[in-house]
């Protein structure tokens, strides 16, 4: 049964959800979506077909593709009304508590959304959502800036009209480099599931009370946004900064070892991953190609990177530990590269991961099994006792 709980080491696990979206193999490094292996996907797909996959189960055929890029395309404006939200924020809000607020009042904004039982209703939530988060994240950059917000561009694809609308400014029409956009398109494909991590059984539970679908996936971007989860590319790239120089890893890694320390290596380790994140190699791929584009080979922080993994990999407490990178760790440093600055890191993994909740909640709520999630706990607390008169409380 779905939301089934058991108490493992501190945390509350999901001890077991069935699901066809997904699949992980932690000991191989492997990472399939509806079968598909992650490195055929980023290499032959677009990251639109992949959220068609995610929903429908199957890759489109090139009419399918077509009318779903079309559909998105028409639903990626935001309603007048949401604007003013962002201006309760402090110009210098994190982004992703501007996210929190703005997604979460979007379920203002759409009220058939909660017809779960009506397929129809269920895909034009699934449309609208994925068609917006592009806007939303990019007011968002735009809100902390101080420029004006700019409007979605119908001639643009998805990833190249995010771009726009982040990078572009009254003055100056941003003009796609095909490569660069290419590159955050498969980044956006190489975060968009990834089975039931924190955040995703964050919407799931939340979902699984009736929820309004986009107040689910508020919940979601709030788990997401902590250092342990989604937070961790921000922190990963702040950690690089820190060290600085190779001379100084072997410092860090000792750090990473020191019990007695908290510091744990950003971007490293996996509750599943046991072998290499599939979208480590790939994410490190990418962040190659970008800087080879930009004439950015040499840059520091990326041969910081890589000397860090090199050290780490031979070290014996990271391999006893099989911790290997995941996909935050690169990631930072591609889209440092790509002109997104670090307080936007999480906001583009949520923009992404968006196609997986929305698509792991379908799942949920269509589940003729499913009930309320009701975590139970293993209660450690005083044996059962009297209340004493306050006259005779010590
Ligand atoms: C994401 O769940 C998902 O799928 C998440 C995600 C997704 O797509 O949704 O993949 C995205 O969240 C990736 C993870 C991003 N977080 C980080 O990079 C932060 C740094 N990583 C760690 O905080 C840690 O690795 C976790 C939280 C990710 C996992 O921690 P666990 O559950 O403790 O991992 P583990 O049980 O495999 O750890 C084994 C040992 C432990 O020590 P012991 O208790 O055995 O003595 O390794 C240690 C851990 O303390 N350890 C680390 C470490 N990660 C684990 N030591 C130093 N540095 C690290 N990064």
Redesign the pocket.
């Known amino acids: 049964k779905t939301g089934l709980f058991t108490y493992d080491s501190g945390f509350l696990s999901t001890a077991s959800c069935k699901s066809k979206i997904t699949f992980i193999d932690g000991d191989k490094g492997e990472l399939l979506y509806r079968g598909y292996p992650i490195e055929q996907l980023a290499e032959n797909c677009n990251f639109l077909e992949v959220a068609y996959l995610l929903k429908n189960g199957e890759l489109p055929n090139a009419s399918q593709k077509t009318a779903f890029e079309d559909t998105i395309k028409n639903h990626t404006m935001v309603h007048e009304q949401l604007a003013k939200f962002f201006s309760g924020f402090r110009r210098d809000a994190h982004p992703m508590a501007v996210m929190v607020g703005v997604v979460g009042a979007l379920s203002a904004f759409y009220h058939e959304a909660m017809d779960f039982s009506d397929a129809e209703h269920r895909s034009i939530s699934f449309n609208r959502i994925i068609a917006k988060m592009p806007t939303i994240v990019a007011m968002a950059y735009k809100y902390t800036t101080g420029q004006p917000f700019m409007y979605p561009r119908n001639d643009l694809d998805y990833t190249a009209n995010f771009m726009h609308m982040m990078f572009g400014t009254p003055c100056e029409t941003y003009k796609p480099n095909p490569v660069l956009v290419r590159a955050l398109d498969i980044i956006f494909t190489l975060h968009a599931d ?1 089975e039931q ?3 995703t059984s964050t919407v799931r539970l939340a979902g699984s009370s009736g929820a309004n679908p986009f107040a689910c996936i508020s919940a979601g971007i709030a788990c997401l946004w902590g ?4 937070g ?1 590319n921000e922190a990963c790239l702040q950690m690089l900064e820190e060290i600085g120089d190779v001379s100084r890893v072997g410092e860090y890694i000792a750090r ?1 070892k020191d019990k007695n320390d908290s510091f ?9 991953y046991k072998n290499f994140d599939p979208r480590a190699k790939l994410m490190r791929q990418v962040c190659n190609d970008v800087l080879k584009e930009l004439g950015l080979e040499n840059d520091r922080l990326f041969k910081l990177a890589m000397e860090l993994e090199k050290i780490a990999l031979e070290d014996p407490y990271f391999v006893e ?1 099989k ?1 290997y990178p ?3 760790f690169y990631s930072g440093i591609v889209q440092k590269a790509l002109g997104i600055p670090t307080s936007m890191f999480t906001c583009i993994f949520a923009l992404a991961r968006t196609v997986g909740w929305m698509t792991q909640w379908e799942e949920m709520i269509t589940d003729p099994e499913y009930k309320i999630g009701r975590p139970r706990q293993l209660y450690i607390g005083a044996a059962k006792r009297d209340v004493a008169p306050l006259a005779s409380r010590k």
């Open positions: 990834h991590n924190a955040s250092p342990a989860h989604g961790a990473a744990k290596l950003m971007g490293f380790g996996h509750r599943v530990k911790l995941n996909v935050d």
